[in-house]
T-cell receptor, first 116, second 112 residues
């Protein structure tokens, strides 16, 4: 079955530690995205990538970093510079971007990060 | 900057009712608009995508309409069932292509 796998599902971090969230897709999608979801708020875009070895900042990129070395993988690192990292993180992918009209997003199940 | 508002924030109805969820957006320059469903603690599932040139899309008991000029979309759910209980989010795609802007969602509870 094709889909997006996020790991870990739950993660606890001490203040000052960097953590990396994994996102893997076997859909052969070109575009991948990271969103953050907080209670009572909509999803906010952190980073996105339209092609391998290229990525752009979203609306709330500060304190986060990404890489796109392989088409199927788009890991997100939450650094110690992120002041309020406790949140639900969602990875998504799409065939292309909105320009092609083919940007129906497929989401992973999410990773919940809690800072202790 | 695109802003998306969803009304109501929460809705509780008895099983079998027809209901309407509303979505409004401030920038009408969009390529398309998507409606998603999110179950508690889970990822999002795409329900319907309406292209900017379309007026509506239907899938089973779901019907979504789009009035781009007025910045509005509605999701109509017919004959609601307890299994429809979830949060429903709308997200227009701006003409930059890659940027979806999400509303905060409508939390729907359908009571047996």
């Amino acid at each position: 079955d094709g889909g997006i796998t996020q790991s870990p599902k739950y993660l606890f971090r001490k203040e000052g530690q960097n953590v990396t969230l994994s996102c893997e897709q076997n859909l052969n999608h070109d575009a991948m995205y990271w969103y953050r979801q907080d209670p009572g708020q909509g999803l906010r875009l952190i980073y996105y990538s339209q092609i391998v070895n290229d990525f752009q900042k979203g609306d709330i990129a500060e304190g986060y970093s990404v890489s796109r070395e392989k088409k199927e993988s788009f890991p997100l690192t939450v650094t110690s510079a992120q002041k309020n990292p406790t949140a639900f993180y969602l990875c998504a992918s799409s065939i292309g971007t909105g320009i092609s009209g083919a940007n129906v997003l497929t989401f992973g199940a999410g990773s919940r990060l809690t800072v202790l | 900057k695109q802003e998306v508002t969803q009304i109501p924030a929460a809705l509780s109805v008895p099983e079998g009712e027809n209901l309407v969820l509303n979505c409004s957006f401030t920038d009408s320059a969009i390529y398309n608009l998507q409606w998603f469903r999110q179950d508690p603690g889970k990822g999002l599932t795409s329900l319907l995508l309406i292209q900017s040139s379309q007026r509506e899309q239907t899938s089973g008991r779901l019907n979504a309409s789009l009035d781009k000029s007025s910045g509005r979309s509605t999701l109509y759910i017919a004959a609601s069932q307890p299994g429809d209980s979830a949060t429903y989010l709308c997200a227009p795609t701006g003409t930059s292509g890659s940027r979806l802007t999400f509303g905060e969602g409508t939390q729907l509870t359908v009571n047996p």
